[in-house]
């Protein structure tokens, strides 16, 4: 971020709400302009990447609305729907995944307390962790392909793998946030770049988490509501 | 400037308004029972639209020439709007268009939300691409069974006519729809392959058929005649082509034809064909 | 905030080599500039396909020798082909509006100016920027290499018109020429597309959240900034849905599932299930494809709409010298368009076998949608009321999107309810009401765009009088080829015809057709004057200076065309509104959001935020 250098030192103090003397813009004398309390953080790259990433998970959740209510409306519109066996490999899988959120908030806690080599640790575990529950995901589909189970046998059966996988996908993304971290740690440190990690870190964690909550309501659509 | 752009905005204005007002190329004559309310409810809204178009280009017009700037240093008025202007035309805009609104559900309801009513000419309609087939109950009024599995187009078999089922006997298969005047239609609507959309302009009446779906509408002619039948919802290649003719029989002639046998029926509908003449456009 | 200046200046290096300035480039001026030429190399496409298209409605039969040599395939004897047609639909109608009316005003205009005018150096995620752009180029040359690779059907791309209606859609090549290969890809490039405007949409929202200058409080922003955010929130919440039912018609062409693909169907003499050309299908809805689509579907239409809105009234502003009527019931009225857009989707499904009780409710939201537009509208004549309006070209354009906009938008309120819809839909009248509203004033929102921020975009003025010879040409053009669709449409002329001769009702329109027809090539060859002046004023046109239309906001803070950093190191203070002109007792006609409080001017002011043309 370049600083800001701006011609305010010649300028008066502001008056509070900001507004100008002149009748001020939007029908309104001098009030109700600026009354935005303090100036946005500008500088501040963890509000960023924050505000950026609840934004993009809002997208997601919009991605994910829609094929819930795809599944919804097909399951109610026809009786060729045949409920799937729940392949019980999806329950080490959700394990995995609450454990590997659990190890990612033991990271954060680990690079705020500034201990380089457990934060790149429980980096690694998470990862692996993210790592097993693709895999695990895996071994669920090659248990239903092993049962004559595929994508188009029936519209549980397409939901399941489609949701699984566009998870997965989601889920992939994440890891290779993780792996952006990992790489970062063996960068030499400074205040602002430990700053901008934390806030990288803080906005990975974010993702991370909602990928574990997409997964647990997935499953619960999938096998409690059929 | 200022002042052509005002005279193009306002002769563009009278253009597009007396296109609709000589009503050269317009709906052609209605021979359906809802269709006079339903063009009054068109009228009322073609008004009020054509009232605030013009109004909003005369008033944009007026604005570009009164406010061109001019050889004066006057600077131009200084105010950043009116609480009460706005608070003003919401409210106002907001009664007609939600009105409007309101009144155009009256022709609506009175075709969709309730089903049709007892003594109706029941026909099943199995469209696929570029044909329609139209499937009469016969005599008896009771329609054959039909099956997706005996569907074969190869030996004329359209819609999937059971054989075996003895109400079919007396059933005929079209492709023009026959419908008797002054009494309700019930068209129960289905595709074979793709959406079609059953489109008759004279009957102010659209209804999209969906595979898949049994879509059951109703609607009453009132005026002895043949019509065009179109496809108007996009279906493939031959879309355009996928036409046919609505025939709108005085009554004991309709209960003539629908009484003949399978292949008289086929006969003498292409005479009826030849005998009623499409309206003079 | 006084105490806290920083003292130093690093300001960002402009890359040097040509790789990272100009193609990989993540600068968003770069970037919008990218957006823009992709947009115009598209709509030429789009409108040679729409040339094509009225040739083939208002000469059918005709022989046309060329288009034998280009397409003997499509058009054997040089006379088209129904399927060639019908693809020709297909294809405009998508490259038009994704690759047009999305990238232009948002990934185009936004991009270059929501960060200057909001006083931010860049984008908030420039990296995520550029892969908007290149994501976004690789759905449009997907979507062009359908042309090409449709040839063994001898169309130009997939048929099934923009909304690509299953189970016509999902069945595959059985059900057609124009259902191969030329779907998937068609498929395909949506689906990039909408990654590519997802990402530019979360870059939007986040920019503007966060990077806004010192004093920009939110209702302190252009009109543009707000119609630029307000878009990228629709686009935000509406593209992943369309992605979703991509994802599902995808997968029921090539994996065989049935989520659109309803059982029992026969199509071209093959039962579903009994042949290995036609997969056995059961129990899919063809309307939930409908209710996906329509869920992205409507919202777009603002997205295409919305930033020529904020142009419009930025531009109406600055050159009426007058604010903007009605800030605030502005900034409601976008919010209320784009609030009200997600709960209309329903219109486009009257007649589709929806429950009729719903299209009751969808009619009425739909009608209220207009209320907001009809306050919009007020607002732009108030804004003119009273002023000193200057007829640049851009104002002329402004001025047309604002009659355009009321001649295409107002005709939803026969189109918005049930009973009419009967006669109305899927006919001209349809076609009509969403090329004035969505198409054409949406392109005069972006022309009027151009021409206001070419002089800052490059540094040179564009042609005023050959703009205006466009402007007059084009406006008239696009009335006399719209209006009278609206009078086919109640004759009862279906859409989607590739041909009118079957029909003895449509006959005596005839005259109409050719004389749209005749509209629409001299509408499209005049654009080749726009395109002459664009070019050649980007490197002949007048120097700019930094603030040639003696306008108010940040934009016109920095030189023409913005350093690399936008502000030079020294990002601007915003004192005021953005559309402070006519201010009584200041000293010039307008006062720039910048500008201190008058009578407070310390000396030596002017040196961190000098611009010229502005006197004290």
């Known amino acids: 971020m370049a600083t800001m250098v701006t011609s305010t030192k010649q300028l008066p103090q502001r008056k509070s709400g900001g507004g100008s003397k002149l009748p001020g813009s939007n029908g309104r004398s001098g009030k109700g302009n600026g009354h935005e309390g303090p100036f946005p953080e500008y500088d501040s790259t963890a509000n960023r990447y924050r505000i950026g990433m609840w934004v993009g998970l809002a997208s997601i959740l919009m991605l994910f609305t829609a094929l819930t209510s795809a599944y919804i409306v097909r399951a109610a519109s026809s009786n060729d729907w045949k409920a799937l066996p729940m392949p019980r490999i999806l329950l080490l899988s959700t394990a995995v995944i609450l454990l590997s959120s659990a190890t990612l908030e033991y990271a954060k806690r680990k690079l705020k307390a500034s201990q380089e080599s457990g934060y790149k640790t429980w980096l690694l575990i998470t990862t692996a962790l993210g790592l097993g529950f693709l895999a695990s995901q895996l071994l669920a589909w090659r248990q239903l392909v092993g049962q004559g189970v595929y994508v188009a046998t029936h519209p549980h059966s397409s939901f399941f793998y489609l949701l699984t996988a566009t998870h997965g996908v989601h889920l992939l993304g994440g890891l290779l946030a993780l792996v952006y971290l990992i790489v970062r740690t063996s960068k030499p440190l400074d205040e602002s770049f430990q700053a901008k990690r934390l806030a990288a870190a803080g906005a990975v964690g974010i993702y991370w988490h909602f990928m574990d909550i997409l997964w647990i309501y997935l499953f619960l659509l999938l096998f409690l509501w059929r | 400037m200022g002042r052509v752009l005002a005279v193009i905005i306002w002769l563009l204005t009278l253009g597009s308004v007396s296109l609709f007002f000589v009503k050269k190329w317009w709906f052609p004559t209605a021979i359906s029972e809802h269709a006079p309310a339903l063009d009054r409810q068109f009228m009322l809204t073609i008004i009020v639209v054509g009232l605030a178009f013009t109004a909003a280009q005369i008033g944009l017009g007026y604005m570009v020439w009164k406010y061109r700037e001019t050889g004066n240093r006057q600077r131009a008025l200084y105010t950043h709007g009116s609480s009460k202007l706005e608070v003003i035309w919401t409210t106002v805009t907001a009664v007609i268009f939600i009105g409007l609104a309101v009144m155009g559900q009256s022709v609506w309801a009175s075709l969709r939300f309730n089903e049709a009513p007892a003594g109706s000419f029941p026909v099943e309609v199995v469209a696929q691409q570029f044909q329609w087939n139209f499937h009469y109950a016969g005599k008896d009024g009771v329609f054959g069974r039909t099956d997706p599995q005996l569907i074969d187009d190869s030996s004329l078999n359209f819609i999937g006519l059971d054989d075996a089922d003895p109400n079919m006997k007396d059933d005929a298969v079209h492709s023009v729809l026959v419908v008797p005047v002054n009494r309700p239609v019930e068209l129960s609507l289905r595709s074979k392959d793709v959406i079609h959309n059953f489109w008759v302009p004279q009957l102010r009446f659209k209804q999209d058929l969906v595979p898949g779906m049994v879509i059951k509408v109703h609607f009453t002619a009132n005026t002895v005649g043949k019509y065009e039948l179109a496809c108007a919802e996009l279906c493939g290649q031959l879309h355009f082509k996928m036409k046919s003719y609505l025939l709108v029989l005085p009554a004991e002639e309709h209960q003539a034809l629908m009484a003949l046998p399978q292949e008289d029926f086929q006969t003498k509908v292409t005479e009826l064909l030849t005998k009623y003449q499409l309206p003079a456009y | 905030m006084s105490g806290e200046t920083h003292a130093e200046v690093h300001r960002h290096p402009a890359p040097t080599s040509f790789i990272r300035k100009y193609i990989f480039s993540v600068d968003h001026k770069v970037i919008g500039i990218q957006y823009i030429l992709l947009a115009l190399v598209a709509v030429l496409v789009g409108m040679t396909m729409s040339v094509l298209m009225r040739m083939n409605l208002s000469w059918p039969g005709t022989n046309w020798p060329i288009l034998g040599t280009l397409f003997p395939g499509g058009a054997p004897d040089g006379m088209m082909t129904p399927e060639f047609y019908l693809s020709l639909v297909t294809m405009h109608g998508t490259i038009m509006v994704f690759f047009v009316l999305t990238t232009a005003p948002q990934g185009g205009f936004g991009n270059y100016f929501l960060p200057i005018q909001i006083g931010a150096e860049d984008m908030a995620f420039p990296v995520l920027n550029m892969l908007s752009f290149w994501v976004t180029f690789v759905g449009f040359i997907v979507i062009l290499s359908a042309i090409f690779f449709s040839g063994a059907e001898s169309t130009v791309g997939p048929i099934g018109g923009w909304t690509g209606y299953a189970p016509l859609s999902a069945v595959g090549q059985i059900a057609g020429p124009g259902q191969g290969l030329g779907m998937n890809l068609w498929i395909i490039s949506i689906a990039i597309f909408c990654v590519g405007s997802l990402l530019g949409a979360l870059n939007f929202i986040t920019t503007l959240l966060n990077m806004r200058t010192r004093g920009m409080s939110l209702m302190r922003m252009p009109l543009t900034c707000w119609a630029w955010f307000t878009t990228a929130v629709l686009a935000l919440l509406s593209f992943p849905v369309l992605l979703g039912g991509g994802i599902l018609l995808l997968l029921d062409r090539v994996a065989g599932t049935s989520f659109f693909i309803p059982g029992g169907l026969y199509i071209s003499g093959l039962l579903s299930g009994t042949d290995a050309r036609f997969p056995i299908h059961t129990g899919g809805s063809p309307i939930l494809w409908q209710h996906l689509f329509w869920f992205f579907g409507h919202p777009e239409v603002y997205i ?313």
């Not at chain 3, 919009?376 to 355009?404: H, P």
């Open chain 3, 304 to 616: 295409a709409i919305l930033p020529g809105m904020g142009a419009t009234s930025h531009i109406l502003s600055t050159f009426a010298r007058k604010p903007v009527f009605g800030y605030r019931a502005m900034v409601f009225a976008i919010f209320a368009i784009g609030l009200l857009g997600f709960f209309v989707w329903g219109h486009h499904m009257f007649i589709s076998g929806m429950s009729p009780y719903s299209a009751m409710t969808f009619s009425i939201l739909t009608l209220s949608i207009g209320v907001p537009s009809a306050v919009k509208t007020f607002n732009w004549l108030g804004t003119l009321w009273g002023g000193r309006i200057r007829f640049t070209t851009a104002m002329l354009f402004a001025i047309g999107f604002v009659s355009l906009f009321v001649a295409g938008g107002i005709t939803g309120l026969v189109l918005g309810q049930t009973s009419l819809d009967l006669p109305m839909h899927d006919t001209y009248f349809v076609t009509a009401h969403f090329h004035l509203v969505m198409g054409v004033a949406s392109i005069f929102g972006m022309f009027a765009a151009t021409y206001f921020w070419f002089p800052k975009m490059f540094g040179r003025m564009m042609n005023e009088k050959l703009g205006k010879i466009h402007f007059w040409i084009t406006f008239v053009g696009v009335y006399c080829i719209f209006v009278p669709m609206h009078t086919m449409g109640i004759s009862g002329m279906p859409r989607r015809f590739a041909q009118f001769t079957e029909y003895e009702y449509l006959k005596s329109l005839h005259p109409l057709v050719v004389f749209v027809s005749i509209a629409a090539i001299a509408t499209v060859l005049i654009q080749i004057l726009f395109y002459l002046n664009l070019f050649w004023s980007m490197f002949k046109g007048e120097k700019a200076s930094q603030n040639p239309w003696d306008a108010t906001t940040l934009e016109w803070n920095t030189t023409s065309p913005p350093p690399h950093d936008n502000f030079a190191g020294v990002l601007p203070v915003v004192h005021r509104g953005p559309y402070e002109f006519a201010v009584p007792g200041a000293p010039n006609d307008f006062l720039m959001q910048t500008d201190p409080e008058p009578g407070e001017v310390p000396a030596g002011e002017g040196s961190g935020n000098g611009h010229d043309g502005h006197k004290h």
